[in-house]
């Protein structure tokens, strides 16, 4: 049963290996469980090709508290000018991190401040 079980793991990861599509998973740059204000954010930052128009594609999604395991797109830039796999520009070190936080503060959270705010 072991050795079964171990051809079919083995099996499965080795087809996936050898699919062209599944290359690129390994480029993508994933930040899990980032909190901003009391709310639990993941984000992606997959690069793309030279003629896409920036350095690639950026999604932000938001987790409940009680169900970390549901994901909801909250943001999604297909030509974001940041490279997030990037360890330092112009000879500083770069903390993504503190990045992908001020990017959520900008992005998202003041722009829905502004938005539930009511002007009479």
Avoid at 15 to 33: C, E, G, R, V
Avoid at 44 to 71: C, D, H, M, Q
Avoid at 87 to 110: A, C, H, N, R
Wanted: charged fraction near 25%.
């Amino acid at each position: 049963m072991t050795i079964l079980c171990s051809i079919v793991v083995y099996g499965l990861v080795g087809l996936n290996l050898i699919n062209p599509f599944a290359w690129d998973t390994f480029k993508m740059k994933s930040f899990y469980f980032e909190t901003v204000g009391g709310r639990l954010f993941n984000a992606n930052f997959k690069p793309v090709g030279a003629y896409a128009g920036g350095e690639g594609v950026f999604w932000i999604t938001e987790s409940p508290r009680l169900l970390p395991f549901i994901e909801i797109e909250k943001y999604y830039d297909g030509s974001v000018m940041w490279d997030f796999r990037i360890t330092e520009w112009e000879g500083e070190p770069v903390d993504q991190t503190k990045v992908l936080k001020s990017y959520i503060l900008d992005e998202m959270i003041e722009k829905e401040n502004k938005e539930n705010k009511l002007d009479y």
